[in-house]
């Protein structure tokens, strides 16, 4: 079955968005507490946490579990 135009385009601004240094999906798992611990204390990010943030644009994956785990925490902080 033949990929639809959107498809491709999704494809194509996801490869165009990649960089050489960028965080593999278990690089990403290993951070992303500490990440949601610095979005929930609205804490400036420091560059590794840059290429997490910029995992979690391009990775549906890891971004599903970064939304769990915000949400956990988020309830925790009630």
């Given at each position: 079955?033949?990929?639809s135009?959107?498809?491709i385009d999704t494809l194509l601004a996801f490869v165009a968005e990649t960089t050489e240094?960028?965080?593999s999906c278990d690089g990403c798992f290993e951070h992303v507490a500490?990440?949601?611990e610095a979005e929930l204390a609205d804490t400036s990010?420091?560059?590794s946490m840059q290429k997490?943030?910029?995992h979690l644009q391009n990775c549906p994956?890891?971004?599903d579990e970064y939304n769990a785990l915000l949400d956990a925490m988020s309830a925790l902080k009630v």
């Open positions: 079955m033949p990929l135009k959107n498809q240094d960028d965080m500490q990440f949601v990010l420091c560059e997490i943030k910029r994956c890891c971004r």
